[in-house]
């Protein structure tokens, strides 16, 4: 079997949602899993580029800074509503196979590509400069109870020690201070929400500082019936934070539930799983103290979608900097997760925090 062959048989997409089409990136979901396909945890995994929506102009220079990351045979398709996924996806499987096409696209790609880029642009007044560095590593998550997958999320590919490395000091490691790193989280990041652009400042593995901003669509585009605020918005965020915490059984499960009840269905299996993540001891100590606000932290936040007792708030850019601020990376996807950001209605002006 040859390559061509193979990515069309196991394709591995990499979704990208620009604000405002949560509906659209639902259905993608359903496909593939239905196809037997799976999704990408990092461009390098990735064999397919889909964008559910329309991308403004800073968006649409991140997405083609991580298309040029994705591995050859690939391909990529736009879709703007959800009836629109089935034939998308037919034709990328169809130029994933195409010998001809995947030749013409690695003979157009550059020999030395640009290991990073600046994306400026018209969408709001934040600081325009994002580097879009997307060195991926997988923290495994091996918990008893819990049947944990991989968490693919960007992680720096190594922090330098600064000091004058003298004798003195490489004999006392205290002795030695972490470089400051500066790390972007997102706008294109499996299990986020979209277009939110997180700068972050790194001291060693713990963020000191942070500031959030959203990357908008093109102007003027329209967007899907929102899934925000919805039941099946709920069972959204219930399986991307399971997802997150490495659940991966549960987080398919719950994106099943959510898949029925977008289609106007009454999932009977939502009550069973909602009791068996509740009973999950493992689960609620790795989301306790998360997050917290004045209504409680993570895993509160995760038992009120469950119950569908949830208050809808909205959270500010700068409380979201300030959640984060102190957490490692894996904690600051858990917090991003847990408080289910609908960005569709966010401006694109930068919180500050920590500063």
């Not at 400026?120 to 400069?129: A, K, N, V, Y």
């Not at 819990?146 to 330098?160: K, L, R």
């Not at 700068?199 to 899934?227: I, K, M, N, Y």
Request: charged share 25%; net charge negative; hydrophobic share 40%.
């Amino acid at each position: 079997m040859d390559l061509r062959s193979l990515a069309a048989r196991r394709t591995t997409v990499l979704a990208v949602e620009v604000p405002g089409w949560s509906r659209t990136r639902c259905a993608l979901e359903q496909h593939v899993r239905t196809r037997g396909w799976r999704l990408a945890g990092s461009p390098a995994d990735a064999d397919l580029l889909v964008v559910c929506g329309r991308p403004g102009a800073r968006l649409t220079a991140a997405v083609e800074h991580v298309w040029g990351q994705l591995p050859g045979p690939r391909a990529r398709a736009e879709v703007t509503t959800a009836d629109a996924v089935p034939a998308a996806l037919d034709r990328a499987a169809a130029e994933l196979a195409d010998g001809a096409a995947q030749r013409r696209d690695a003979d157009a790609r550059p020999a030395d590509p640009d290991p990073g880029t600046t994306a400026t642009g018209d969408d709001g007044d934040g600081d325009g400069d994002m580097d879009m560095d997307m060195d991926d590593d997988a923290g495994d998550m091996d918990h008893g109870d819990m049947d944990h997958g991989d968490m693919d999320m960007p992680m720096p590919g190594g922090i330098g020690l600064a000091g004058g490395g003298g004798d003195d000091q490489l004999a006392d490691p205290d002795a030695l201070d972490l470089d400051v790193l500066h790390v972007p989280l997102g706008p294109v990041l499996p299990h986020w929400p979209a277009g939110l652009l997180l700068h972050t400042t790194l001291q060693g593995d713990l963020v000191v500082a942070a500031r959030a901003e959203v990357l908008l669509p093109a102007d003027g585009s329209p967007t899907d019936p929102p899934v925000h605020g919805t039941p099946a918005g709920r069972w959204d965020a219930v399986a991307t934070l399971l997802a997150l915490a490495g659940w991966d059984d549960a987080a398919v499960r719950a994106a099943r539930v959510r898949d029925e009840l977008l289609a106007g269905g009454q999932p009977p299996e939502a009550d069973r799983l909602a009791r068996r993540i509740t009973r999950s001891r493992l689960l609620r100590f790795s989301l306790r103290g998360l997050g917290r606000l004045p209504e409680g932290d993570a895993h509160d936040r995760l038992q009120h979608w469950l119950t569908g007792t949830e208050q809808r708030r909205s959270t500010e850019l700068s409380a979201v900097a300030d959640l984060v601020t102190g957490l490692d990376l894996a904690g600051v996807r858990l917090v991003v997760a847990s408080l289910d950001l609908d960005t569709a209605d966010r401006v694109t002006v930068p919180a500050e925090a920590g500063s």
